[in-house]
């Protein structure tokens, strides 16, 4: 039986390497999606283009322009000289924040007369939007209360916050990013690779040939299955080593548990790739339900944006994502540095749904081969 | 070029998509999936944050401190716990992302008019999560000491904010619009990408050679049925989007259907030059996730946004398409913008359009000598 399943698995590995293009793009795409999703997938929100309409031209407006461009979030990149001129600046898309500073801004501010700053912000980009809404509301709320520090308030007490960040003190967003892209990658790679070289068999015909052979279905199910799982393993390897070396996330945790943990996921995606070519006569059928497939399961499984903020109807359907499961294994191990002890939920609803997914697709397949 | 030979090669190939009912559902079935998805359950506006309290003051204070965190629809506190100890696992599991600790000298300190302290942990690992929460936990730390104390100290500078376009700030709004172009895409990648590519796995292409038709004739033949496909789809999620997820389309209709048929079509081609290159069908798929897909939903701006990229990668995204239409599909929906606003981007997308058709036209008649 190994001996039937060890040649399987070399005439599939002659089929990978026989081509220089598929190598390319089974070792090569995860590369670039890697490197993609690195450089772009952050949310943090800095050097926003800003248009400053300052009407004042006073020491106090200077020092508020100096003040925002000094935190690093915004840039002043254009000195409209009227309404009109902001106007056009936003809806080209030239600027994202306009601030306007009236006249008088700089008497005022000397004479302790509350005075004010208008901000005007592109909504298109909500996210954006309300982060540098946050920023400069920051900005002006310090500029004003330095202002009127010398006045009243001194001798009232105040509610000091202290906030501590834990796992990712520098708030990255990368760090949080590039652990999620990793499983991402591997769950498409993994999935296309699967569904797509079981059902080629079948659409060129080969498929015939490999059943008058005394190989059993049980065993053409493992031949097929165990190539796309090694691949899965080096893509992994590949993506994970990238990720510490060239974008600097930290593994807190042991690389021995990313492994375990990476089969049992490995279990769940190639079970779904093998479902997928049982329902599938095509190669582009196999390809369509494959981004049928992974596309809600990215979306829900808290990938890009948290579990909790979705409708609660959304939240049960994510319980069928393998994604979920292994996003807080990664970014646990990776960020958190959390070992089994608390991770041995996800890994064991990985392995039951890992078994079931399999189990069921593997029946499906024989009963097709009969 | 003979419209008759166009007209037989486009009939040819509607016959083999009818024949492929599974793949001509999921076509359908992707803008309408994609839209409820992203319209209901992706939200970047951050709520209800799980929250953990460790209160060791435990006073009527201390509750009321608590209780206005609660009360915000950002904070949910779900737990109480007793000791630093138990905290820890609530924070390592995921179980709550910011914990709240009042000290003991909480209600005592304010009592007698001195300075008092809370600790907030954060969870940092969710970064956009964490810095969310922490501006929300300083505005209602803030208010409850200006409540507190009886006072409000009305600040110098007032910062008066507005915002155009989406004044509501909803998420949906600003994700909807962009959605068509990687509907577009996808449908694109899906799709497109593997006809050629099957004529030749599947020992086709030498019967195709054989007829008189020729490569422009070829390629148009086969563009036309997945223009419709993707043409329907772009109505439909237009009309979705209005009807369903009420997202404001304040330009012209006509412009943005014709200016995504631009789009279409040169996606199309470049998918026909994908699957020429790709030869096989599982390498085409791979180029069209990485050359269609991919570029459409990391660098055209739907999500992330292009000024935040590395310079490099900005340089990248002016030869992405789908960076002018997601322009043109936030400006037409939006800001109502007209072709005057657009046009560099309309006759960019147009050259592209062009370009590629040529590009598909030369790969392919070299592979049929």
């Known amino acids: 039986m190994f001996e039937r399943i060890k040649n399987l698995v070399i005439k599939e590995f002659i089929h990978y390497f026989r081509e220089k293009r598929t190598v390319f793009f089974l070792f090569a795409t995860p590369l670039i999606q890697i490197i993609l999703f690195g450089y772009v997938a952050t949310m943090d929100v800095n050097n926003v283009s800003t248009a400053l309409y300052d009407l004042d031209r006073s020491s106090e407006s200077r020092e508020f322009a100096r003040r925002l461009e000094s935190s690093g979030y915004f840039t002043i990149k254009r000195l409209p000289g009227s309404p009109g001129e902001i106007r056009e600046l936003i809806d080209k898309g030239d600027v994202l924040c306009a601030i306007q500073i009236n006249r008088d801004f700089g008497k005022d501010l000397q004479k302790g007369i509350p005075t004010e700053i208008q901000v005007i912000v592109d909504g298109t980009d909500s996210n954006t939007a309300l982060i540098a809404m946050g920023y400069v509301n920051r900005i002006i709320g310090k500029y004003s209360m330095d202002m009127s520090m010398s006045s009243i308030n001194a001798n009232l007490w105040r509610l000091d916050l202290h906030s501590r960040v834990w796992y990712n003190p520098d708030l990255r967003s990368r760090n949080y990013m590039v652990p999620g892209v990793i499983a991402l990658i591997v769950m498409i790679t993994c999935l296309l690779l699967t569904s797509m070289s079981v059902v080629r068999e079948r659409e060129v015909g080969t498929m015939e040939q490999l059943m008058v052979t005394p190989l059993r279905p049980v065993e053409l199910i493992i031949g097929k299955t165990i190539p796309a799982a090694i691949v899965g393993y080096v893509d992994i390897a590949l993506v994970t080593i990238l990720g510490v070396f060239w974008f600097d996330v930290p593994i807190h945790g042991a690389l021995i548990l990313l492994v375990l943990c990476t089969g049992a996921y490995l279990l769940s995606v190639l079970g779904i790739g093998l479902f997928i070519s049982t329902i599938s006569k095509t190669q582009q059928q196999a390809m369509t339900a494959t981004f049928f497939f992974f596309q809600p399961a990215i979306l829900l499984s808290g990938f890009a944006t948290p579990i909790e903020t979705m409708p609660v109807v959304f939240q049960y359907i994510t319980y069928f994502s393998p994604l979920r499961y292994f996003l807080i294994i990664v970014r646990g191990i990776f960020l958190k540095g959390v070992g089994i002890d608390i991770l041995w939920p996800q890994i064991a609803a990985l392995l039951v749904l890992g078994t079931a997914i399999l189990a069921a697709s593997a029946l499906r397949f024989k009963k097709r081969l009969a | ?369």
């Open chain 2, 1 to 369: 070029m003979k419209l008759l030979r166009i007209k037989a090669i486009a009939k040819k190939e509607l016959i083999q998509i009818r024949r492929d009912p599974l793949s001509l559902a999921m076509a359908f079935l992707m803008p309408v999936l994609l839209l409820f998805i992203y319209g209901y359950a992706i939200t970047f506006d951050i709520d209800k944050i799980s929250t953990v309290v460790f209160d060791r003051d435990n006073s009527s204070l201390s509750r009321e401190f608590v209780s206005q965190f609660h009360e915000s629809r950002y904070f949910r506190v779900h737990s109480y716990v007793d000791s630093y100890r138990e905290l820890d696992p609530y924070l390592d599991g995921g179980k709550a992302k910011v914990a709240i600790v009042i000290p003991e000298d909480f209600s005592k300190n304010i009592l007698r008019g001195l300075n008092a302290q809370v600790e907030v942990l954060i969870d940092g690992s969710d970064s956009n999560t964490a810095t969310i929460a922490q501006g929300y936990a300083l505005v209602i730390a803030e208010n409850f000491s200006q409540r507190t104390k009886g006072v409000r100290i009305t600040p110098l500078i007032d910062s008066k904010n507005r915002v155009w376009y989406n004044n509501e700030l909803k998420s949906r709004n600003f994700i909807i619009p962009g959605l068509i172009s990687i509907i577009m895409a996808v449908i694109i990648a899906l799709l497109i990408s593997l006809t050629i590519a099957r004529e030749w796995d599947r020992g086709t292409m030498e019967q195709l050679i054989s007829t008189p038709v020729k490569t422009s004739e070829l390629i148009l033949g086969k563009l036309i049925p997945y223009f419709l496909i993707g043409f329907i789809d772009t109505i439909v999620t237009v009309l979705m989007s209005t009807v369903v997820f009420h997202v404001p389309l304040r330009g012209s209709v006509t412009l943005l259907l014709f200016l995504s048929s631009i789009f279409l079509f040169g996606g199309l081609c470049f998918g026909i030059l994908i699957s020429i290159a790709g030869r096989t069908q599982l390498v085409a798929s791979q180029a069209a996730l990485i050359t269609s897909f991919l570029p459409a939903f990391l660098l055209s701006g739907f999500i992330f946004s292009i000024s935040n990229m590395p310079k490099p990668l900005q340089i990248i995204t002016y030869f992405i398409p789908a960076r002018y239409f997601v322009t043109i599909l936030k400006g037409i929906f939006l800001k109502g913008s007209n072709l005057k606003i657009l046009f560099m981007e309309a006759s960019l997308l147009t050259l592209f359009a062009v370009l590629v058709f040529i590009a598909a036209n030369r790969k392919f008649k070299k592979r049929i000598d």
